[in-house]
C-alpha cells in the first residue's frame, strides 16, 4: 500500500511540475511578443509578429476573435454611436459645414513626413498593382490632399469616417487601432483668429450638446513655442523633437520629460531646465501679460504668437466659451504641421480620479496645402478633430439603456388566420413614411407581440381582429401607458402619427 502511494505522489507532482513548467513557458512567450511589439514601434520596418498567420487553434479551426486593437459592436453600441453623431453633425451643420469624403487608403508619399515621431504607427499596405499604400493615419492630411488636387480656395468641411494607427491599443480607455474622427476644417484666406476660434467654440457646443460639461479646451500657440526654445537655446533643428518631448507633460512628469530631452535629444540640462521653467505655466489674459513684459516678449516669434493669443482669447468672450479656455504653455501637439495656435480639450477626472485624456484636439496647418499644391501654392487651413471613440467610451457608460430600435409601430393581432391582414395594414404605414414591423409568425399570441413592443420600446401597437375588420377599424394602444384608441381605417395613418407625436413629445 506505501509503494502504491508513494508512486500516486510521484506521477501527481511530475503532472504539477510538468503543469507549472508549462504556464512559465507561456508567460516568457507573451513577454516575448509583447517585447517584439515594442521594439517595432520604435523600427517599424521590422515584419509585425501580429502579422504572421496565426489565426488557427491548436484544434486547427480558425480562432474567432477581431484584430487587436479593433472591435464589432453591438445594437446598443450602434445605437450609442448614431446619437453621437448625429449630434456631432448637427453641431458641424449649425456652423454652415459642408460634408466630404475621401478613400481610406492614400499613397503612402501622401502621409509620409507629416507626423512626426509618429510616422512609426501608420499602416504601410504590400504593392497594389504598382502603387504603394497606407492606410490614412488622420483626416487632416488626406484634407489637404483634397484641396490641392481640386484647386480649391475655400470650404468649411466636416468628415466623420475611419483612421488608423499601429499604435499599442488600450481598448477600456477609448483607444484603438482603428477608429473614428470627426473633423471640422476651414481651409482660405480669412480675418486673423477668427476661424481658429470658432474652432474652439466648437468643440465646447459638442461637449455641451453631449451633456459633457465638465471640460478645459488648452490652447497655445507654435510661434510661442518656437520662440521659447529659441530664447532658451535650443538648436534650430531640434525645435520639432523638443515640441514632441514637451508634448508628453500631459502625460508624464517634468523629470520624465526632462531626461528625454537630455538623454534621448541630446540637450543642454541648462537649457532644459530654462524649458522647463515656462512650459509648466498656464493663465490667460495674466499670463500673456506676464510674458510680453519678460524678456521672451522681445522674441520676435513668441511676441507674433503672444499677439494672436491675446485675440483669440478676446474672440472666446465674445462667444461665450472663455471660461472653458486656458492658455497652456505646456500643450504642444506632437504632427509636425501644425504652424499657428493649436488646441485640445480634456475632460476633467470622473468620481474615481479617472480620466479618458484628451477629446479633441487640432490647431492651424498653414503650410500642409502647398506641400501638394503646384508651384507650392499655400493654402492656409485651421481645423479640429473630435476624439470620438474616446467620447463614446463615456456615453456607453451612460446611455445603457439607449433605444436600438427606429420602428414606431407594431402591427398585431390576438386572432388567428390574420397574417394577411396584418401585412396589409403594415405596407399602409410604410407607404406612409412610418417605420413599422411585425412578427415573422402566421399566428403569435398577443401577450408575445405586447412583450416585443415593450422590450424594443415601441411607442405604439396597431392591432386588428375580426371585429375591427368587420367595423373598419383599428385599435392603438400606447405601450408606454397601456392606453388604447379604437379609431377608422380610413383616418387610422393620420391618428397614428398625431399619436407619435405626443409620444415623442
Keep these: 500500500m506505501l509503494a502504491v502511494a508513494s508512486s500516486v505522489l510521484k506521477r501527481s507532482f511530475v503532472k504539477q ?22 521594439e517595432l514601434a520604435s523600427n517599424p520596418k521590422k515584419p509585425c509578429p501580429d502579422s504572421k498567420p496565426s489565426s488557427k487553434s491548436k484544434g486547427g479551426k480558425v480562432a474567432l476573435k477581431c484584430p487587436k486593437g479593433m472591435r464589432d459592436y453591438t445594437p446598443d453600441q450602434m445605437a450609442v454611436r448614431e446619437l453621437v453623431f448625429d449630434k456631432i453633425k448637427k453641431c458641424f451643420k449649425k456652423h454652415g459645414a459642408v460634408q466630404i469624403d475621401t478613400p481610406v487608403m ?37 484634407f489637404a490632399r483634397y484641396v490641392a488636387m481640386k484647386k480649391i480656395k475655400n470650404i468649411k468641411r466636416y468628415q466623420i469616417a475611419r483612421v488608423y494607427r499601429r499604435d499599442n491599443p488600450a481598448m477600456t480607455k477609448g483607444r484603438y487601432r482603428e477608429f473614428y474622427q470627426c473633423d471640422i476644417d476651414f481651409a482660405g484666406e480669412y480675418e486673423r483668429m477668427l476661424t481658429d476660434t470658432e474652432c474652439v467654440k466648437l468643440v465646447c457646443d459638442i461637449l455641451k450638446e453631449l451633456d459633457m460639461n465638465n471640460f478645459t479646451v488648452k490652447v497655445n500657440h507654435r510661434k510661442i513655442l518656437d520662440g521659447i ?11 520639432r523633437p523638443i515640441c514632441s518631448a514637451v508634448d508628453k507633460l500631459d502625460k508624464e512628469s517634468w523629470e520624465d520629460v526632462k531626461k528625454e530631452m537630455v538623454e534621448t535629444k541630446g540637450l543642454d540640462p541648462a537649457v532644459a531646465d530654462k524649458i522647463g521653467v515656462l512650459v509648466q505655466k498656464k493663465g ?32 472666446c468672450e465674445l462667444f461665450g466659451c472663455l471660461d472653458k479656455v486656458s492658455f497652456d504653455l505646456s500643450l504642444a501637439r506632437g ?38 499644391a503646384p508651384k507650392g501654392r ?12 474616446r467620447l463614446f467610451s463615456i456615453m456607453e457608460k451612460k446611455l445603457q439603456e439607449c433605444r436600438t430600435s427606429s420602428i414606431q409601430v407594431l402591427v398585431a393581432s390576438g386572432q ?27 399566428n403569435p399570441k398577443l401577450l408575445t407581440q405586447f412583450q416585443h413592443a415593450e422590450t424594443e420600446r415601441i411607442p405604439l401597437v396597431a392591432i ?33 402619427k398625431s399619436l407619435l407625436q405626443s409620444c415623442e413629445s
Excluded at 375591427?468 to 392606453?483: F, P, S
Aim: hydrophobic letters at 40%; aromatic letters at 8%.
Design 17 to 38: 511540475a510538468c503543469r507549472m513548467a508549462s504556464n512559465m513557458v507561456d508567460n516568457s512567450v507573451d513577454e516575448l511578443k509583447e517585447l517584439k511589439i515594442s
Design 106 to 142: 492614400e499613397l503612402k508619399e501622401i502621409l509620409t513626413g507629416k507626423y512626426g515621431e509618429d510616422s512609426k504607427l501608420i499602416y504601410e499596405l504590400e504593392d497594389q498593382g504598382g502603387e504603394i499604400l497606407a492606410l490614412r493615419y488622420d483626416l487632416t492630411v488626406p
Design 229 to 239: 526654445f529659441e530664447h532658451c537655446g535650443v538648436p534650430e533643428e531640434n525645435f
Design 284 to 315: 490667460q489674459f495674466d499670463l500673456i501679460e506676464e510674458l510680453e513684459k519678460s524678456d521672451l516678449g522681445e522674441n520676435k516669434s513668441a511676441a507674433a504668437g503672444l499677439s494672436d493669443m491675446r485675440l483669440l482669447l478676446e474672440y
Design 335 to 372: 504632427l509636425d504641421y501644425y504652424t499657428g495656435t493649436i488646441y485640445e480639450a480634456v475632460l476633467a477626472p470622473d468620481a474615481k480620479g479617472e480620466s479618458v485624456g484628451s477629446v479633441a484636439g487640432g490647431g492651424r496647418y498653414d503650410e500642409l496645402v502647398g506641400m501638394f
Design 378 to 389: 499655400s493654402i492656409p487651413c485651421v481645423g479640429v478633430s473630435i476624439g470620438i471613440e
Design 416 to 442: 388567428k388566420g390574420l397574417l394577411k391582414e396584418r401585412m396589409k395594414l403594415l405596407n399602409m404605414l410604410w407607404e406612409s413614411d412610418i417605420n413599422a414591423e411585425m412578427l415573422y409568425k402566421a
Design 464 to 496: 386588428i381582429g375580426e371585429s375591427e375588420l368587420q367595423e373598419g377599424k383599428v385599435k392603438l394602444r400606447n405601450t408606454a401607458t397601456k392606453e388604447e384608441k379604437m379609431v377608422d381605417r380610413a383616418s387610422f395613418i393620420e391618428e397614428a
